[in-house]
């Protein structure tokens, strides 16, 4: 590679170079790209053939759902309260007091929750994650899996895969109850609505599709984050550093493709 | 080939390179069964990719390995699990789950590779612990809270647990007092004999060198330059070999400097 650099160096040709450093580029990248998809293939078919670990599906179970909660109740509930606030100010202008509660619930099952707890879990969960595996990559420790007769897809990866898809939808579901409630609250107590109108304005206005349609993306969401994790983790380079940077990674890298992924789900939902 | 005669291990035409970096350029290798074989040579000679070959956690770029006259490059992932099942390892840095206490981590093989059961697993565990010169109450403990000595101690232990016909040991007394260290090869001695297992090793010790080997050979740029007896090592007529074992920075081995 190094000869094969300074000999386009040596042409001094400023178009030969050009096309060089894109053909490099686009090269490395179909490497990434193809080295991503046939690590999430092995992801995916190594969840489904045993031999299973049922131990550590429930510790990711514990560990990934149940101790992000908080942080995503958190969340739901500020995110409702904030929600029913700013919508009232808007419209208030136009006297349409009564589509506040529409708004809360609507954003909430649909958007907000769905999205907001998928990033809270990306730095959570995500980091946490790439940091595990990279630490035991580095120490050799998923070299000694291999050596003990465990496939390392099976015991590290399909557990987080696994528990991550299916516990980020319950977590969804639970955070846009206390984000309508945030918003239920915000109302009652400090915008003057009558409990029984705002309830049965929330009622009218939600179906099954609004909720439902956020669960599917928190699903997603779930998977997009522990992949991302366990890829980066996998992969980390040498020392503390290569571990920081695969953290690092995972947590920009699954950021970004859960807005991606949303945009995308949402066209073919609701378009 | 009759099955006496094939050897346990056995390397041909192995190489193996990193971009332009060429780390093994035909490693030819014989390991005879229940023998301990010692691999010396510089850091950075390729001693732990050759390994890590074997171990199938690499994939030579060309030549044969044969375990039992079997060849391995290429097998398929469900032999690839069985063949595992002969391997035992014990790593330069331990390589212990610290999520895990000692007993789990000894009884790891034997708990989620071989599905034994619990109990049956822990006792086995217990009975290794004791046998690399641990006490009993260690066995609750988790990794982070031993010394450098004993995690060693705890790694041969893992490595022996499931009785394997192939023990590998890298760098096994790396970072340990000389003390240590010579307790370490003994130990390594001890279990290796008692459960006529093949050793195949990689160190720059000379000390572990004379204690563990019954066969040594040299790797240099990637390729063996000598191989014999641990009995024929100062007299191996190889100017490498004499560099390498008196430990002389004038020689035919030239440290490359960037």
Redo the contacts between chains.
Sequence with gaps: ??AHTKDIENLHNPVLKLCHGVGHALLSFFQKAGQLFFFIGRAIYHSFTP?F?PAQLWRQLVDIGYYSLPVVGMTALFTGMVLALQSYTGFTRFNAESAVAGVVVLSVTRELAPVLAGLMVAGRVGASIAAEIGT?RV???I??L??????PFK?LIAPRLIAATLTLPILVFIGDIIGVYGGYIVSIYNLGFSPGSYLSQTWDVVENMDVISGLIKAGVFGFIVAMMGCYHGFNSGRGAQGVGAATTNAVVSSSILILIFNYLLTQVFFS | MSKQAAPKIELSGIKKSFGNNHVLNGVDLVVPEGKSMVIIGGSGTGKSVMLKCILGLLDPDAGSIKIDGNEIVGLSPQDRDELMRKFGMLFQGGALFDSLKIWENVAFGLIQGRSMDRVEAREIAIKKIKAVGLREDVANLHPAELSGGMQKRVGLARAVAASPEIIFFDEPTTGLDPIMADVINKLIVEQVREIGATGLSITHDMGSVRTIADYVAMIHDGKIVWTGPVEELDNSGNEYVEQFIHGRAEGPITRRVA
Excluded: G, H, K
Excluded at chain 1, 146 to 151: E, K, Y
């Design positions: 590679m190094d031999p670990f035991m120490t050799e420790q070299d000694a291999t050596t003990l007769s465990v496939n015991y």
